[in-house]
């Protein structure tokens, strides 16, 4: 059942990027980019990554569509008729897919019994036992990403923090007109109403 | 009836004040409900700015922009690293190695769980401050 589950999801996955490659409307495959993350947050709920769904779901389907969207907003919402360099294109395309997957040969396969995290159970044992005592906290994915690798995490949000002020000394410092400052109408604000507009509104 | 081009969303906007305090809400369980089920500073600090970003859809980014200003967002960007380094710092100046949380209350059980709360606090509020601020650099180019 589990792997009907994750056939059919995966199927989902193909089928949602070869509709990304072949559209031409920059907003529909921004949408479809969004659900391609939503599908994947439902393989890893499926292969029992609860956390790691979470955020992909967040992150992947929420805050990337809006930023793309925002992207999107400089530039037309049509692809640009392809010209002669897609063979190009395409060669590059297989030749970095093609060594990525040979990449991923070398990871051990999913739920391999010969894998590194199975050949030396001591570790996975020691938090999956122990952590609840050591640090009081039952998921053990907190305890671990907060407390026993509270190094890492301290990288990442230092990384996060690193990516936000690059972003800002890039586009924060443009400057601002004086219209984006002091709004006309505010937008929600109620407007006044004329003499001969207040018969309609009753 | 005069309509400003805004006011043409009027559904939007009230079911958008209506939802907001639910979202944030939502993000302040998966912060400090992160303990016990799925969650974290991460995904908690993501569906806190999500709120904001919602904010800004409807209401406009200028309404937003008064609601948390730019320069807040950069000082609370910085002060989640603070936060996160400050607990490391100070289980050091307790006498223990950087991020030791065990030295934090006199049982060390308590001691990691106030840690691993600041420490996801920290990384909550940075992420948080520097999503909104993604999305302000992005949206505000015209």
């Known amino acids: 059942m589990e792997l009907l589950v994750i056939v059919v999801l995966l199927t989902f996955l193909v089928a949602i990027v070869i509709g990304i490659i072949v559209l031409r409307d920059l907003l529909a495959a921004v949408i479809l980019l969004g659900l391609y993350s939503l599908v994947a947050a439902g393989i890893f709920v499926v292969m029992d990554a609860v956390d790691v769904a979470f955020t992909e779901a967040a992150v992947g389907c929420g805050i990337s569509t809006i930023l793309f969207l925002g992207a999107l907003s400089f530039t037309r919402h049509e692809q640009k008729p392809r010209g002669n360099d897609s063979l190009v294109a395409i060669a590059f395309v297989v030749v970095t897919g093609g060594m990525l997957i040979y990449g991923t040969l070398d990871m051990p396969f999913y739920g391999d019994p010969n894998s590194p995290a199975q050949q030396h159970p001591e570790h996975t044992q020691h938090y999956l036992t122990k952590s609840a005592g050591e640090t009081g906290i039952p998921n053990v994915v907190t305890s671990v990403l907060a407390s026993y690798r509270g190094y890492d995490t301290l990288g990442e949000t230092v990384v996060v923090f690193t990516a936000g002020i690059a972003v800002l000394s890039l586009l924060g410092l443009v400057r601002r007109r004086p219209e984006d400052e002091a709004p006309e109408d505010a937008p929600g604000d109620v407007p006044a109403l004329s003499d001969d507009d207040s018969e309609r509104h009753l | ?142």
């Open chain 2, 1 to 142: 009836m005069k309509l400003y081009p805004r006011q043409r969303h009027r559904v939007l906007q009230i079911v958008t004040k209506l939802i907001i305090p639910f979202v944030m809400l939502f993000a302040l369980y998966v912060q400090f409900h992160g303990d016990f089920g799925p969650g974290g500073g991460f995904q908690a600090g993501v569906i806190f700015a999500a709120a904001f970003v919602l904010h800004g859809l409807i209401f406009g980014l200028q309404r937003t922009r008064q609601v948390i200003t730019p320069t807040a967002l950069r000082i609370l960007m910085a002060t989640g690293v603070l936060i996160y380094l400050g607990t490391g710092i100070i289980s050091m100046l307790l006498g223990g190695n950087l991020l030791d949380y065990d030295l934090l209350a006199h049982d060390p059980v308590h001691g990691q769980h106030y840690g691993i709360l600041l420490v996801e606090l920290g990384v909550g509020v940075t992420v948080t401050a520097v999503m909104i601020s993604l999305f302000y650099s992005f949206s505000s180019r015209r």
